[in-house]
């Protein structure tokens, strides 16, 4: 029998933030998954949950390890919602938010926090399977 239930942690995630390791962080994006939170509206969490200081227009991405590190970032909500996303998923999320994401953090609330630019992340996921890298000759061309 398997657990059909998502995972609500990333290990690897979790260890290469205590590291601050840049790559083991890149790596685990790639291959494992990550904790989104979500806004709930009319009592259904329908979108990613973003974050900004008043008065821009900028927002900022919160990821995290595991929703235990979600949840102590928010003491006073009784029912964080949170979704799992993966590689494709967060790519696509910068893909379409970059112009209004000015940064993404990862465990804001601790205990190893770390932070990244849209950018660096997108470079960092690199080419996922099934994609087709432009830019490229065919070869003998």
Do not use: C, K
Not at 22 to 43: K, T, W
Not at 51 to 59: K, L, S, Y
Not at 122 to 131: D, H, K, Q, W
């Amino acid at each position: 029998m398997t657990d059909a239930t998502p995972p609500t942690h990333s290990p690897a995630l979790a260890a290469a933030l205590a590291a601050q390791d840049v790559v083991a962080v890149a790596y685990a994006l790639r291959n494992d998954v990550m904790i989104v939170p979500q806004l709930v509206v009319n009592g259904q969490a329908e979108q990613v949950r973003v974050f900004g200081r008043e008065g821009t227009d900028r927002r900022m991405l919160l990821l995290f390890s595991s929703a235990e590190n979600y949840a102590r970032m928010v003491p006073d909500e009784i029912d964080p919602q949170i979704m799992v996303g993966d590689a494709q998923w967060l790519r696509e999320f910068l893909t379409v938010h970059q112009q209004v994401l000015e940064m993404v953090f990862f465990d804001v609330a601790g205990p190893h926090v770390m932070q990244a630019a849209p950018a660096d992340l997108m470079r960092a996921l690199g080419s996922l399977p099934g994609e087709e890298v432009t830019g490229t000759s065919e070869p003998g061309r």
